[in-house]
Each structure stands twice: as C-alpha cells, then as structure tokens.
C-alpha cells in the first residue's frame, strides 16, 4: 500500500491592512495585488501588467509607494499596507481624489487608485511640489486615456488648496 503524503500548500499570515489585521491562509507564491483583490475584496487595487511597470496596483506599505504585483503577500507580514480604500473616506471621496473629479484627471479610471495612491504619498511627504516633481513621482504610473496634464493639473490643484 503506498503511503499517502500530504503537501501543506498554505501558510497562516496576518496582514496589516488599512489599519486591520487580516489571518489568511495564502500559498507562499500568491501574490499581494491578488490576495488583496481576491482574499480581501479589496479591488480597487487594479492589476494591469503584473510585472511591476503599469503602476496600477500601487499600494503603500509603511507608508512607501510599492508595486504590490511585485510583493508575496507573505512579504508583507509585519508591515502596515494602505489601499486605495484606506485613503478614502467612508462618506465619499479624499480632497485628492475630489481634484482627480474637478480636473478631469480619469477617463476609464483604471490607472486612478495608482496615481491617487502615489500622489498621496507624494503630497505627505512635499505639500507644495514643482509640476516637475509631481511628474517625477508619478512617472512610474502608467495612463493609457488622459495624456497626464489633467492628472498632474489635479494634484497641483490638490496642493495649492492644500488638499491630499
Ligand atoms: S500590475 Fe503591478 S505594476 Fe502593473
Ligand atoms: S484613465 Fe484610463 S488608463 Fe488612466
């Protein structure tokens, strides 16, 4: 009679995400981007290329703008993860994300929770960027509709309204 040998394909993580803590069971190979969306519901995380170079599953882990195409959901155990959910109000939309809608900065909307997750970050860290500085840190985020001047029109005007 052969033996039966069982493989454990799971692994027991607890995510940090948008400020809750989450145990799953994950297979070490998935992807965060896809836990994220799939085991979290959490799908505004979007996933374009999954090779790290449309920008549009863009997500903060502690705080830092990362590719979560890029990260094992594994990997991102013991650090704090922040969708574009946990940047948006419950009762409606971020000062931001209110430019993005004033400036007609999305089209079809897919690259928006990248680029509203990146220009966050961005206006954390310098509240009153040059237009050069905000097309520096959102060239990692591609947009296949607006041709960008309304994406970087809405995050200066979030930042001379002092918004983010
Ligand atoms: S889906 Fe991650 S960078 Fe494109
Ligand atoms: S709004 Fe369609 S890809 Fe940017």
């Keep these: 009679m ?6 454990k394909t799971t692994v027991r993580v607890r995510l ?21 969306r799939h085991q979290l519901g959490l ?4 996933v374009g290329c999954e090779q790290g170079v ?11 703008p990362e590719r979560s195409c890029l990260m094992f959901a594994v990997q991102a155990e013991g650090h ?3 969708t574009i959910e946990g ?13 993005f809608q004033e400036h007609h900065a999305l089209q079809c909307g897919f690259c928006t929770p990248g680029m509203v997750v990146t220009a966050a970050a961005l206006l954390r860290d310098r509240p009153n960027p040059t237009e050069e500085e905000v097309r520096e840190a959102l060239s990692g985020n591609v947009c296949r509709c607006t041709g960008y001047q309304f994406i970087v029109d809405a995050v200066l005007a979030a930042a001379k309204e002092g918004r983010s």
């Excluded at 799908?43 to 979007?46: A, I, K, L, R």
């Design 87 to 99: 940047l948006t109000p419950a009762d409606g939309l971020s000062p931001l994300q209110e430019a």
């Design 54 to 64: 449309c920008g549009a599953c863009t997500v903060l882990v502690d705080g830092k």
């Design 16 to 36: 940090n995400v948008n400020g809750a803590v989450h145990e799953l069971d994950v297979e070490p190979r998935w992807l965060l981007s896809d836990v994220l």
């Design 2 to 7: 052969m033996s039966e040998v069982q493989t």
């Design 43 to 46: 799908t505004g995380t979007h």
């Design 80 to 82: 704090e993860v922040t």
